[in-house]
C-alpha cells in the first residue's frame, strides 16, 4: 500500500486556533448602538468565546443543535459563529428584514432552541415569542432584561460571566453543519441550506487563493452576517489574521466612510446599493480619506459599469465583482483580470470587471438549454447556469424543493449567463426577470448597467411589462441624482447607438426610490405588480 497522508477532518476550529495563537493581538473593532467603538483583540475575543461555549453547555444546548441569531455586524455576534463552529453546534442566522410571519417561520424550521437579539428587536422578538413555544431561551446581545416581556430573558454579559470552555476545541466530522443559512422567500417559504464543516473551510482557503487576503489587511464586512454567512468575511478574515471592523446597524455612507477614514480599512464587502451612496457621498464630500481602502467586494446584484470604473478611476479602488447564492456557501465567482489584461485599455478591462467573473478553485460551471443539453462557452450562446463542487448545497434542510433545484449533482441556479471563451461567466438576467419580447430576450441587467451610466442617474431598473402586441416589454424606473432632472427623450437617446432599437424600453417612470429586497437587490416582484397593465393601452 502506497504512503497516504493523516486523515484529518476539515475543522474550523484549526483556522480558528491558529490566528488566535499566531495573531492574539490583532484588533476586532465593532460599532455599539450608541455610535461609540468598542475594541478588544483575537486574544481577548477567544476568552470571551470560550465563556460563550461554557454557558452554552449550562443551557444544555450540544453539539448538532442550532441556536438563532437576530443581529448585526458586531463583535458579539463574531463570537456567536466562533462558538458555534468550534464545537459541533449550527449557528442559524436570521434575516431581521424579511417580514415577521417568514422570520417566525424561519426560527421553527431552524429548531433553534436559544434566540440571540439585538437591543432593537426586541420589540420584534416580543411579538414572535408567543408563536415559537421551542424556543426556550432569549439572550440580549444590549438592552435590560428585566424590562422585556420575552419569557427567561437574559444579558449576554450576564449569560457569559461565568467559566469557560477549557483545553482543546473537539475533533469534529467535517461533515457536519456549523450553519444554517436561509433563501430570503422571494417565491414561497424560504429555503434553509446547512454549512458543513468542511464547506466552509475550503470555501475560506479558495476565497484566499484567487481574491488574497493577510494578516496586514483590514476587513470591514459591510454585507450582514445575517445574509449567508457574511458572504464569509468572518471566516476568512479570522484564517487570514486580519483586523476586523465590524460596522453594526449603521451602514448608512457616512458611518462607513468615517470608519474606513478612522480605522484605515483596507478591503470591505457589500451590495452595489451601498457602494453607490458611499459613491454619491464621496463626490460631495471630497476631501474624505478613503486612501487605505484597496478593493471592494460587491455582489448580490449586477454591479454597474459606470460605478467600477468611478472608483477605479477617481479614487484608486479596485471593485470586485462576485457572484453566489445561499445555496454556494457562499461564493462561486471573482472578476479578477488575468495576467495579460492588466495592459488593456480601460473599457476593453471593464468589459471583463463588469462580469460576474471567473469561478474560484474547486467548482466546475455549465449553462444549459431549456431542454438540459450544454451550450458552447463562446460568449454568444446563453442558458441556464448550472455549478458544481465542495461547497455547493446538495439539498435543502428539510424541504421537498430540493428535487427541483438539486439535479443530477448539479445546482441549478436560476441564471441566465453566457460564458466567454476566456471563462468569464456574463449573467444576462434570473431566469424569471429576462424580458421576452416578441419571441426575443432582451436583457434588463445590460439596460440597467447602461442607464446607471447616464451622469444624472443614481439608480435604475428595467423590468418586463404585459404588452398586447410584443407579450413583454421592457419599462425602466429611474431616480436621478438629487437637484437633476431628466425625461425619458433623454434616456432613450443615451440608450441608442449601445443596444438595438427594439431594445429600447417602452416608458422611463422617474421614481424617488427603487424597492428592494431584504438584501438590498432590487425588488422586481413589486415593480411587475406596480406597474402591472403599464402598457396594455400601448
Not at 141 to 167: H, K, M, N, Q, W
Not at 429 to 443: F, H, L, M, N, Q
Request: hydrophobic letters at 40%; one cysteine or more; a negative charge.
Amino acid at each position: 500500500m502506497p504512503p497516504h497522508m493523516m486523515d484529518f477532518p476539515l475543522l474550523l476550529s484549526t483556522l480558528y486556533e491558529r490566528a488566535v495563537r499566531y495573531y492574539p493581538d490583532r484588533e476586532i473593532v465593532s460599532v455599539n448602538p450608541d455610535g461609540s467603538l468598542h475594541r478588544t483583540d483575537y486574544g481577548e475575543t477567544d476568552g470571551r468565546i470560550r465563556r460563550l461555549v461554557g454557558a452554552l453547555d449550562r443551557l444544555g444546548i450540544g453539539a448538532g443543535e442550532a441556536v438563532g441569531t437576530l443581529a448585526w455586524n458586531t463583535h458579539r455576534h463574531h463570537e456567536i459563529y466562533w462558538a458555534t463552529a468550534n464545537t459541533g453546534r449550527i449557528c442559524h442566522t436570521v434575516n431581521l428584514r424579511l417580514a415577521a410571519d417568514q422570520i417566525r417561520y424561519i426560527i421553527d424550521h431552524g429548531q433553534n432552541r436559544a434566540m440571540f437579539i439585538s437591543g432593537d428587536l426586541i420589540g420584534l422578538a416580543e411579538e414572535l415569542a408567543p408563536h415559537l413555544p421551542g424556543v426556550e431561551h432569549w439572550i440580549l446581545l444590549e438592552g435590560d432584561p428585566d424590562r422585556t416581556s420575552l419569557p427567561g430573558a437574559v444579558g449576554y454579559e450576564d449569560l457569559i460571566a461565568d467559566t469557560g470552555f477549557p483545553g482543546a476545541w473537539p475533533i469534529l466530522d467535517e461533515r457536519s453543519p456549523h450553519m444554517y443559512c436561509y433563501t430570503s422567500g422571494t417565491t414561497g417559504n424560504p429555503k434553509g441550506v446547512a454549512y458543513t464543516q468542511r464547506s466552509t473551510y475550503l470555501h475560506a482557503l479558495s476565497w484566499m487563493s484567487f481574491l488574497p487576503v493577510s494578516a496586514h489587511d483590514n476587513l470591514m464586512p459591510v454585507v450582514p452576517m445575517f445574509h449567508a454567512a457574511g458572504w464569509g468575511n468572518p471566516f476568512m478574515s479570522v484564517t487570514a489574521g486580519s483586523k476586523i471592523t465590524y460596522p453594526g446597524h449603521d451602514l448608512s455612507a457616512p458611518g462607513l466612510v468615517n470608519l474606513i477614514e478612522s480605522e484605515r480599512v483596507t478591503f470591505s464587502a457589500g451590495v452595489p446599493t451601498v457602494w453607490l451612496a458611499v459613491q454619491h457621498y464621496l463626490e460631495a464630500h471630497p476631501a474624505r480619506d478613503t486612501s487605505s481602502l484597496k478593493t471592494l467586494m460587491c455582489g448580490g446584484s449586477a454591479v454597474p459599469r459606470a460605478m467600477i470604473d468611478w472608483y477605479q478611476r477617481d479614487r484608486g479602488i479596485n471593485v470586485v465583482q462576485g457572484w453566489g447564492m445561499t445555496e454556494t456557501n457562499p461564493v462561486c465567482t471573482f472578476a479578477i483580470l488575468k495576467p495579460e489584461m492588466e495592459g488593456w485599455d480601460r473599457g476593453r478591462r471593464l468589459d471583463f470587471m463588469e462580469t460576474a467573473g471567473l469561478l474560484i478553485p474547486g467548482l466546475r460551471a455549465k449553462i444549459v438549454d431549456d431542454e438540459g443539453q450544454e451550450l458552447p462557452q463562446d460568449g454568444e450562446a446563453f442558458g441556464e447556469l448550472l455549478v458544481q463542487g465542495p461547497w455547493v448545497a446538495a439539498e435543502y434542510i428539510r424541504d421537498s424543493r430540493s428535487r427541483e433545484t438539486m439535479v443530477d449533482g448539479w445546482l441549478r441556479t436560476g441564471d441566465v449567463c453566457k460564458i466567454t471563451p476566456e471563462g468569464y461567466i456574463r449573467i444576462t438576467d434570473r431566469a424569471k426577470d429576462v424580458i421576452k419580447s416578441g419571441g426575443e430576450w432582451i436583457s434588463s441587467i445590460d439596460l440597467e448597467n447602461m442607464l446607471m451610466a447616464h451622469p444624472k442617474i443614481a439608480e435604475a431598473a428595467v423590468i418586463g411589462v404585459h404588452h398586447p402586441r410584443w407579450q413583454e416589454r421592457p419599462v425602466a424606473l429611474v431616480v436621478p441624482h438629487s437637484g437633476q432632472e431628466v425625461g425619458g427623450e433623454d434616456l432613450a437617446d443615451h440608450l441608442r447607438g449601445q443596444v438595438a432599437d427594439w431594445w429600447l424600453p417602452d416608458a422611463y417612470e422617474v421614481v424617488s426610490e427603487i424597492p428592494k429586497t431584504s438584501t438590498g437587490k432590487f425588488d422586481k416582484k413589486v415593480m411587475r405588480a406596480q406597474y402591472e397593465g403599464h402598457l396594455d393601452t400601448a
